[in-house]
């Protein structure tokens, strides 16, 4: 057996956001071969920080690493936080900005996410407040009037976190290898270099990949190869940088998303030791 499918996946009980049009299983091809076309057209260049005069990717990591606190602290869909890394990354694909002005672009990447993304988003007033009144409300909605004008209002974009679910949805697993499967993903955020050279979709490839090999001993079901059209000779090497990726997380200085997923609300996967070696091709 491929994937434990007979257990229970956690995803058919708790669907996350941006799961509404991904759950509509009549149409699951369709959606995703759009989705794919989209995610296409919704990149951030992967090598911006090279043209960035005052900001490094030790910068954008701490600031993503923050992002996932401030997720946490107001228990905002998984969802919400990739799109406010996907809008931040495609405002400094466009703008210089200084790093004193970073957190400030991140804040209002995660409030215009959370206006898209959440039923009942924080208030403007909390955005400020997290910041440690580091910004005031009128320079934080500035700054989200300015991201909205950079994205050209477009902020219905493809993430890995889509991704990932239509996958687990279409070959199901269970709740560890899928809950192992959304550490690994939410890793890629931390890193520009080298997660922005792939697409989502085969990020999410990949993070299914490494979780099903740690818990079951197998990679890529021939199910999700024939609907994504995706080779596990293709996804390899996305996948060794993800399983590099978390064989250095323990020893890394920003920890927010190993500690959200050392909690027993994901089963601790987190602390799961990750095979030493891959055996790929």
């Not at 007979?6 to 369709?30: C, F, K, R, W």
């Not at 955020?189 to 999410?204: C, G, K, Q, T, V």
Request: one cysteine or more; a negative charge; charged letters at 25%.
């Amino acid at each position: 057996m491929l994937v434990d499918s007979s257990l229970h996946s956690q995803s058919e009980d708790a669907p996350d956001v941006g799961t509404d049009m991904i759950n509509v299983t009549e149409y699951a091809e369709e959606i995703h071969q759009y989705l794919r076309e989209a995610e296409v057209r919704h990149r951030p260049k992967a090598h911006y920080m090279r043209k960035q005069p005052d900001i490094t990717d030790g910068m954008r990591r701490i600031l993503v690493d923050w992002l996932v606190e401030v997720g946490e602290e107001y228990q905002l869909r998984a969802e919400t936080l990739y799109l406010a890394v996907n809008f931040l990354d495609r405002f400094l694909s466009c703008m210089s900005v200084l790093r004193g002005k970073l957190q400030l672009v991140g804040t209002a990447a995660i409030l215009l996410a959370s206006k898209y993304e959440e039923i009942y988003p924080p208030e403007v007033d909390e955005f400020v407040y997290i910041t440690d009144d580091t910004y005031t409300k009128r320079q934080l909605l500035r700054m989200e009037h300015l991201l909205l004008k950079v994205l050209a209002f477009d902020l219905t974009v493809p993430t890995t976190n889509q991704f990932l679910l239509q996958y687990i949805r279409r070959q199901g697993v269970c709740v560890r290898t899928e809950n192992l499967a959304k550490y690994v993903a939410e890793l890629s955020l931390l890193e520009a270099d080298p997660f922005l050279r792939y697409l989502p979709s085969l990020i999410a490839a990949a993070a299914y990949c490494l979780a099903n090999y740690t818990v079951n001993r197998h990679f890529w079901p021939d199910t999700l190869a024939a609907f994504t059209g995706y080779t596990l000779r293709e996804i390899a090497p996305c996948l060794r940088a993800l399983h590099q990726a978390c064989l250095a997380e323990p020893r890394r200085p920003q920890q927010a998303v190993r500690e959200k997923y050392k909690t027993s609300k994901y089963m601790h996967v987190s602390l799961m030791e990750p095979p030493a070696v891959l055996p790929l091709q």
